[in-house]
């Protein structure tokens, strides 16, 4: 772990780095780095209205060590020019590696989005990932509600919002995972 | 077989593997080339010599006249349409797939705000459409539009003169091409900004002399300068895959209409909104403009168009032009053995052996 961020007033712990990385198909800036290469997957599928995203293990790029790319620098590596995302087969494959001897470079992707938004982007991936992977017991049904407010939503505030709504809703059904929730949004006593 | 407007040169070459064959007479017109692979349907602007009887194009080049900006165009074309619609009878269809070109049309349509039509207006989607833009599905679609499963949607005998269909097919052909956007994305722009030159095409790996020697005389036709190596691979997208992409699904969407029925509702009920004669004049006269917002991102004026309306940044900066491949529409297009059409509509079948054989002759492979 790296620490925790504060955004919008809820508090939660950065993943401090794994090897799957979620990698921009248009900026090729890494977003996140999650431990887990399935995470990696359910991610990009629920974040495909907001990001086209390809998953990289980074652990074949030689220059890469855990302490090198974690949560909390990676919007400022990206992975070099010669990989073509916009591919269709690159685009289809399930984990890149780095096959084609391509590089990973410390440089913040050129992009139109404000630094500020970017990282307002990034940390809803952390928290739609630490929800998913930390509430316990969690349903199906839950999970597919909880994905969609993330795959619908663009705004932080309304993210929050709704998912703090939702939690109320399902405290009655499925404790402990909303009451989890509602830890995560720093909102249970509210 | 005369007088044909569309024949899917791909198609045929993914039967027959000796049609790209060096030694094959007419080879080259089957062969991929970089940037706009083997369905080099047709130019608009003169009249092309392949193999096979080729019909003029259904879709002429409007005379150029001046332009508004994107967002004015969009507009005028869309009050226009509501307003023929709603003086009929007829159901609007709209084939949304969630991308950058039908979004725009809705856009457009929502923004007219011509209730009438609205209250009218089916949206053919499915889960795709919806996953590709889902903040725009669920702000402006869901629970205030009419939808439809585009999978379960089709036109037949009961329905053909009584609906309108709207799709997005040719946005890209007045945007761009794909091929720009594969440069820009690897940010060569010095090949875009450039004049297009034999080091150009070199570079672009084009050096399929039958097309070559094609392109060269459609740029002498054409109405405007083609000066950049951007204008000349906009202007292979624009003259030459024009007819492709408005002809390839009508083989899906006709598929249970007669020849008269699919001329009928061709020239009547399909309503393709980039072919609009102002939309087009728009295209000729941006070429400048497009290739400079390019920088910005791809296709930059009507994702700029759509921010506007429903200012999702994160669509705006991320979104990357993709194959509205989720359609069956499209599926059924690729994998009919429908290969060709002729200007009264009637189409031509590899599952026929008479088809065939004549195709044999035409093509000197018999």
Same mark, same amino acid.
């Given at each position: 772990?790296?620490?925790?961020?504060?955004?919008?007033?809820?508090?939660?712990?950065?993943?401090?780095?794994?090897?799957?990385?979620?990698?921009?198909?248009?900026?090729?800036?890494?977003?996140?780095?999650?431990?887990? &290469?399935?995470?990696?997957?359910?991610?990009?599928?629920?974040?495909?209205?907001?990001?086209?995203?390809?998953?990289?293990?980074?652990?074949?790029?030689?220059?890469?060590? &855990?302490?090198?790319?974690?949560?909390?620098?990676?919007?400022?590596?990206?992975?070099?020019?010669?990989?073509?995302?916009?591919?269709?087969?690159?685009?289809?494959?399930?984990?890149?590696?780095?096959?084609?001897?391509?590089?990973?470079?410390?440089?913040?992707?050129?992009?139109?989005?404000?630094?500020?938004?970017?990282? &307002?982007?990034?940390?809803?991936?952390?928290?739609?990932?630490?929800?998913?992977?930390?509430?316990?017991?969690?349903?199906?049904?839950?999970?597919?509600?909880?994905?969609?407010?993330?795959?619908?939503?663009?705004?932080?505030?309304?993210?929050?919002?709704?998912?703090? &709504?939702?939690?109320?809703?399902?405290?009655?059904?499925?404790?402990?995972a909303a009451s989890d929730l509602l830890f995560y949004l720093n909102q249970f006593y509210e | 077989m005369n007088d044909l407007i569309y024949l899917s040169a791909k198609k045929l070459a993914s039967c027959d593997l000796l049609l790209k064959d060096s030694n094959y007479e007419y080879s080259d017109w089957f062969c991929d080339t970089v940037y706009h692979g083997p369905d080099f349907v047709n130019s608009r602007v003169h009249q092309i010599r392949p193999p096979w009887p080729l019909a003029p194009t259904p879709f002429p080049l409007p005379a150029l006249t001046t332009t508004n900006n994107f967002a004015d165009v969009m507009d005028k074309i869309a009050e226009r349409y509501c307003q023929d619609i709603v003086a009929t009878d007829k159901i609007p269809y709209l084939y949304w797939s969630g991308g950058i070109d039908s979004t725009g049309i809705l856009v457009s349509l929502l923004k007219n705000n011509n209730q009438n039509f609205l209250n009218r207006l089916v949206i053919l989607l499915n889960q795709e459409s919806i996953n590709e833009n889902a903040y725009f599905y669920y702000q402006f679609i869901q629970g205030k539009l009419q939808e439809q499963d585009c999978d379960s949607f089709?036109?037949?005998?009961?329905?053909?003169?009584?609906?309108?269909?709207?799709?997005?097919?040719a946005g890209n052909q007045c945007m761009g091409s794909g091929a720009i956007n594969q440069i820009a994305y690897t940010q060569q722009y010095e090949l875009l900004d450039d004049p297009w030159s034999d080091s150009f095409l070199k570079r672009i790996n084009f050096n399929n002399k039958?097309?070559?020697?094609?392109?060269?005389?459609?740029?002498?036709?054409?109405?405007?300068?083609?000066?950049?190596?951007?204008?000349?691979?906009?202007?292979? !997208?624009? !003259?030459?895959?024009?007819?492709?992409?408005?002809? !390839?699904?009508?083989?899906?969407?006709?598929? !249970?209409?007669?020849?008269?029925?699919?001329?009928?509702?061709?020239?009547?009920?399909?309503?393709?909104?980039?072919?609009?004669?102002?939309?087009?004049?728009?295209?000729?006269?941006?070429?400048?403009?497009?290739?400079e917002k390019l920088k910005i991102t791809p296709k930059y004026f009507p994702k700029q168009y759509i921010y506007e309306f429903d200012r999702n940044d994160l669509w705006f900066s991320n979104k990357i032009e993709s194959k509205s491949g989720a359609y069956t529409a499209w599926t059924h297009s690729t994998t009919s053995p429908v290969f060709a059409i002729d200007s009264n509509w009637q189409t031509y079948r590899l599952d026929n052996a008479t088809t065939r054989s004549e195709l044999g002759k035409i093509l000197k492979r018999k």
């Open positions: 772990m790296v620490g925790d961020v504060t955004w919008k007033g809820t508090t939660f712990q950065i993943e401090g780095h794994g090897k799957y990385a979620l990698v921009d198909v248009l900026h090729r800036n890494i977003w996140l780095t999650v431990y887990n &290469e399935t995470t990696a997957h359910v991610l990009k599928k629920i974040f495909v209205s907001k990001l086209t995203l390809v998953i990289y293990d980074l652990s074949s790029f030689q220059l890469y060590t &855990e302490q090198l790319i974690d949560n909390s620098v990676c919007l400022d590596w990206q992975i070099t020019l010669g990989v073509n995302f916009l591919d269709e087969d690159q685009m289809l494959t399930p984990t890149h590696t780095n096959q084609y001897n391509h590089q990973l470079i410390n440089l913040a992707a050129d992009t139109n989005l404000s630094k500020v938004r970017q990282q &307002e982007l990034q940390y809803q991936l952390i928290l739609c990932n630490n929800i998913l992977s930390r509430a316990r017991g969690l349903s199906l049904e839950f999970k597919e509600d909880i994905a969609n407010i993330f795959l619908t939503e663009i705004d932080n505030k309304v993210i929050n919002d709704k998912l703090y &709504e939702l939690a109320n809703r399902w405290m009655s059904k499925q404790f402990p | 089709e036109i037949n005998a009961d329905n053909y003169t009584t609906i309108s269909l709207l799709d997005g097919d039958t097309l070559l020697a094609i392109v060269n005389d459609s740029i002498n036709a054409a109405p405007i300068p083609v000066n950049t190596g951007h204008d000349y691979l906009w202007w292979i !997208n624009f !003259n030459f895959k024009f007819d492709d992409v408005l002809l !390839n699904k009508c083989v899906s969407y006709f598929k !249970n209409l007669t020849a008269a029925q699919s001329k009928y509702f061709f020239e009547n009920n399909l309503f393709r909104f980039y072919q609009q004669a102002d939309m087009q004049v728009w295209s000729l006269l941006t070429t400048d403009l497009r290739r």
